[in-house]
């Protein structure tokens, strides 16, 4: 249920990120048809022209440029350090397995719904006491990893849709461009190429189409690895708090059968 609960919650920020996005694109747009009337026809067309005289295909690729931003925004909201590994919560695991006080580990981790609490809350209830040499490592380090896949793929699938934009604005894009090419080429057959200017803007308008599918997926690919990269750093942290925090059980359990292999007779000097 919390899961579900999370997953509702991540998709409604998502949505309202959207709109507002949404709004904040289009409301100077609108603002500006009024401003707009009374332009001079020969006046020199300005970039936001061009876009709209680029046809229909700009549409899909400027919904492709709002979804990258909502994305982007959301994902640097979901990949926090408070949200993964927040410092208070790993110096409180740490200090309580250091005295092998694993329960409190665990109430402590329990009460946070940060990544690495859910995890140390599934794992370290499989710390076996009756093996003090390990303290059933074996065990917990598998529920980690299992926990691992289960958790990852949600927040991997939020990441991977910028792989999905890199790669279909470009095709968008020259689709566009082929389009509006095959239509450039069709208008000089038919006035019988005697007026070049009419197919240089032409052809000009075709190409915004790949320039426009090209400005969405260039930041999209980095986006994805950006966030990729974070995303693999805050889980690995995580991960290794929570094995620290068994290696410090693990050590202060078997303190003193490690003295008691030290040699004798070895002088300090």
């Given at each position: 249920?919390?899961?579900?609960?999370?997953?509702?919650?991540?998709?409604?920020?998502?949505?309202?990120?959207?709109?507002?996005?949404?709004?904040?694109?289009?409301?100077?747009?609108?603002?500006?048809?009024?401003?707009?009337?009374?332009?001079?026809?020969?006046?020199?067309?300005?970039?936001?022209?061009?876009?709209?005289?680029?046809?229909?295909?700009?549409?899909?690729?400027?919904?492709?440029?709002?979804?990258?931003?909502?994305?982007?925004?959301?994902?640097?909201?979901q990949l926090s350090k408070k949200k993964f590994c927040p410092p208070a919560l790993r110096e409180?695991?740490?200090?309580?397995?250091?005295?092998?006080?694993v329960r409190s580990a665990i109430d402590a981790a329990a009460q946070d719904p940060s990544y690495?609490?859910?995890?140390?809350?599934?794992?370290?209830?499989?710390?076996?006491?009756?093996?003090?040499?390990?303290?059933?490592?074996?065990?917990?380090?598998?529920?980690?990893?299992?926990?691992?896949?289960?958790?990852?793929?949600?927040?991997?699938?939020?990441?991977?849709?910028?792989?999905?934009?890199?790669?279909?604005?470009?095709?968008?894009?020259?689709?566009?461009?082929?389009?509006?090419?095959?239509?450039?080429?069709?208008?000089?057959?038919?006035?019988?190429?005697?007026?070049?200017?009419?197919?240089?803007?032409?052809?000009?308008?075709?190409?915004?189409?790949?320039?426009?599918?090209?400005?969405?997926?260039?930041?999209?690919?980095?986006?994805?690895?950006?966030?990729?990269n974070k995303f693999n750093k805050l889980v690995g942290e995580a991960q290794e708090t929570a094995?620290?925090?068994?290696?410090?059980?693990?050590?202060?359990?078997?303190?003193?059968?490690?003295?008691?292999?030290?040699?004798?007779?070895?002088?300090?000097?």
């Amino acid at each position: 249920m919390s899961f579900l609960r999370q997953n509702l919650s991540s998709k409604r920020t998502l949505s309202a990120l959207g709109v507002i996005i949404l709004f904040a694109f289009l409301a100077p747009d609108l603002m500006a048809q009024d401003a707009a009337e009374g332009v001079a026809a020969d006046e020199k067309k300005t970039l936001m022209d061009k876009i709209v005289d680029a046809g229909a295909f700009m549409v899909p690729i400027g919904i492709l440029s709002i979804l990258m931003i909502t994305l982007a925004v959301f994902n640097a909201l979901q990949l926090s350090k408070k949200k993964f590994c927040p410092p208070a919560l790993r110096e409180e695991i740490l200090a309580n397995m250091s005295d092998v006080r694993v329960r409190s580990a665990i109430d402590a981790a329990a009460q946070d719904p940060s990544y690495l609490g859910r995890m140390t809350a599934t794992a370290f209830p499989l710390v076996d006491a009756t093996d003090p040499e390990s303290l059933g490592r074996n065990r917990v380090e598998d529920a980690i990893a299992d926990f691992a896949i289960r958790e990852n793929s949600r927040y991997m699938s939020w990441i991977g849709y910028f792989s999905v934009i890199a790669q279909a604005a470009p095709m968008i894009g020259l689709f566009g461009t082929v389009a509006g090419m095959i239509l450039a080429f069709d208008t000089m057959g038919l006035s019988g190429g005697a007026n070049p200017s009419e197919l240089a803007g032409n052809i000009s308008l075709a190409l915004m189409t790949t320039a426009g599918g090209l400005v969405v997926a260039i930041p999209s690919i980095f986006c994805f690895y950006i966030f990729k990269n974070k995303f693999n750093k805050l889980v690995g942290e995580a991960q290794e708090t929570a094995v620290e925090g068994l290696d410090h059980a693990i050590a202060t359990v078997n303190a003193d059968q490690q003295l008691a292999k030290v040699p004798e007779g070895i002088s300090e000097g």
